[in-house]
């Protein structure tokens, strides 16, 4: 079993930055690929980001490309989400996922889920 948390979430205005982090207890995610994913009042939860197990590969949703960055620290069991240059449609709640094999997008592939974190950008 892998157990996640995120963190870093919080109220903040358009334009600002926040780090999310998501640290993995029970099993190593070394050998795991990783994703970011959010949920906003109404909506379907949608794929924001992922990493494969190594880092070597990423890949973002078009709505965050060029804004958002995932990377992860193995050592450390933890995965990161920095958000730049927020904007209020990026308020949602924020869930960080881990699965077998490689990166992926769909929220069905990830095996084990945070609990999430919640982001509020302001206009």
């Known amino acids: 079993q892998v157990q996640l948390v995120e963190s870093g979430g919080g109220l903040v205005q358009a334009g600002d930055s926040l780090r999310l982090s998501c640290a993995a207890s029970?099993?190593?995610?070394?050998?795991?690929?990783m994703g970011w994913f959010r949920q906003a009042p109404g909506k379907e939860r949608e794929f924001v980001a992922t990493?494969?197990?190594?880092?070597?590969?990423?890949y973002y949703a078009d709505s965050v490309k060029g804004r958002f960055t995932i990377s992860r620290d193995n050592a450390k069991n933890t995965v990161y989400l920095q958000m730049n240059s927020l904007k209020p449609e990026d308020t949602a709640v924020y869930y960080c996922?881990?699965?077998?094999?490689?990166?992926?997008?769909?929220?069905?592939?990830?095996?084990?889920w945070g609990q999430g974190t919640q982001v509020t950008v302001s206009s």
């Open positions: 990493i494969s197990w190594s880092g070597g590969r990423t």
């Open positions: 029970g099993r190593t995610v070394s050998s795991y690929a």
């Open positions: 996922a881990a699965k077998f094999g490689g990166a992926g997008w769909g929220p069905s592939e990830y095996a084990y």
